[in-house]
Antibody, heavy 120, light 109 residues
């Protein structure tokens, strides 16, 4: 059974860089049928797509975050990562990683999520 | 402001049926598959419906999805207290973005 698990610091200072890793287990990240994505959810609010990556390296980013986001993949570790630079309090959210079906665009399964708070 | 529009809340009694709507445009729902997600309190979203109307593994047939034009709906029949959750619709948008609705809170009275 495929599982995803986010990891990284729970507290980031304003203007610094948020870095998270998603570890995929129970299946290969090098599947031609799927992308690997990041979605976030500010406290009490809805879901916001951040971006996703194909195992070969192609990336797709939200236009509103594109200038600050980098998603990378490490197939040798079955992991992919998120970097968000110049964070502010508005970036405080639960960050989820999830598998995205190519061409059909559904997300599943999802990781359990990790809360990242931006505060000094 | 979400690209896809959902009612903020719906409610019904146990055993009754409820419909959650998701409104979009020709850039998303009309020309791309719709998916639905259930988020129980304090947990991650879970895929309920994909490809407009297919149920994800283990999802009971009380849950069904449909799409017509620029709108989609999630129907839940025979409501149970365990169905109380937030529900989100999602789709791809021609602006090369994945988009979600703002979410609907289902209360089982």
């Amino acid at each position: 059974q495929l599982q995803l698990q986010e990891s990284g610091p729970g507290l980031v200072k304003p203007s610094e860089t948020l870095s998270l890793t998603c570890t995929v287990s129970g299946g290969s990240i090098s599947s031609s049928d799927y992308f690997w994505g990041w979605i976030r959810q500010p406290p009490g609010k809805g879901l916001e797509w951040i971006g996703h990556i194909y195992y070969a390296g192609a990336t797709y980013y939200s236009p509103s975050l594109k200038s600050r986001v980098t998603i990378a993949v490490d197939t040798s570790k079955n992991q992919f990562s998120l970097k968000l630079i110049s964070v502010t309090a508005a970036d405080t959210a639960v960050y989820y990683c999830a598998r995205l079906r190519r061409g059909y665009n559904w997300f599943g399964p999802w990781g359990q999520g990790t809360l990242v708070t931006v505060s000094s | 402001q979400s690209v896809l529009t959902q009612p903020p809340s719906v409610s019904a009694a146990p055993g009754q049926n409820v419909t959650i709507s998701c409104s979009g445009s020709s850039s998303n729902i009309e020309n791309h598959y719709v998916s639905w997600y259930q988020q129980l309190p304090g947990t991650a979203p879970k895929l309920l419906i994909y490809d407009n109307k297919k149920r994800s593994s283990g999802i009971p047939d009380r849950f069904s999805g449909s799409k017509s034009g620029t709108s989609a709906t999630l129907d839940i029949t025979g409501l149970q207290t365990g169905d109380e959750a937030d529900y989100y619709c999602g789709a791809w948008d021609s602006s090369l973005s994945a988009v979600f609705g703002g979410g609907t809170k289902l209360t089982v009275l």
